[in-house]
């Protein structure tokens, strides 16, 4: 999906410069909204999230939210924390996000009872691929560093 959302044109191939299809701007697209909902809503069972600390299971927010408030396949959500030290903190923004959730969610399409979670450090024999060669990461830093790309990319400048 990334690539589709970050095709350039000309309006004029011989005149012009080149300009965003779909410019973020003036036109925000929803799809990676949109796919960490359909992947939240297409899980079963048991949810394994990784993260590092607490500001990483904050960004994780919204999916964790479909997961856990609308999914009704999931029997429980267990979350790996890489530093040992930050348990007791992501384990309160879970609680929190808990306590948040159970008031907002349509009685109608919600669960009526939020799955249990677990906070445990990462198993020893888990560690955090290199984001050199992380795919995932490349995309995601093609993708922040747009303006970057584009002043390269500018024939005036």
Not at 55 to 62: N, P, V
Not at 71 to 94: A, D, H, L, R
Request: hydrophobic letters at 35%; charged letters at 25%; proline letters at 8%.
């Amino acid at each position: 999906m990334v690539p589709s959302t970050e095709k350039r044109y000309r309006p004029n191939p011989d005149e012009s410069i080149e300009e965003r299809l779909y410019s973020t701007a003036n036109n925000p697209l929803p799809v990676m909204e949109l796919m960490h909902q359909i992947y939240a809503m297409s899980a079963k069972g048991i949810v394994k999230v990784w993260v590092t600390n607490e500001k990483e299971l904050i960004t994780l927010k919204d999916p964790l939210k479909h997961v856990c408030l609308y999914n009704k396949n999931i029997t429980k959500v267990e979350i790996y924390v890489g530093q040992s030290s930050n348990k007791g903190t992501v384990s309160g923004v879970m609680q929190t996000f808990y306590a948040e959730w159970v008031k907002q969610g349509c009685p109608q399409y919600a669960r009526k009872f939020l799955p249990p979670f677990t906070v445990s450090d990462l198993p020893p024999h888990m560690s955090k691929r290199s984001a050199e060669f992380d795919m995932r990461e490349q995309m995601l830093h093609h993708h922040r560093n747009w303006e970057n790309r584009w002043l390269n990319g500018h024939p005036l400048i």
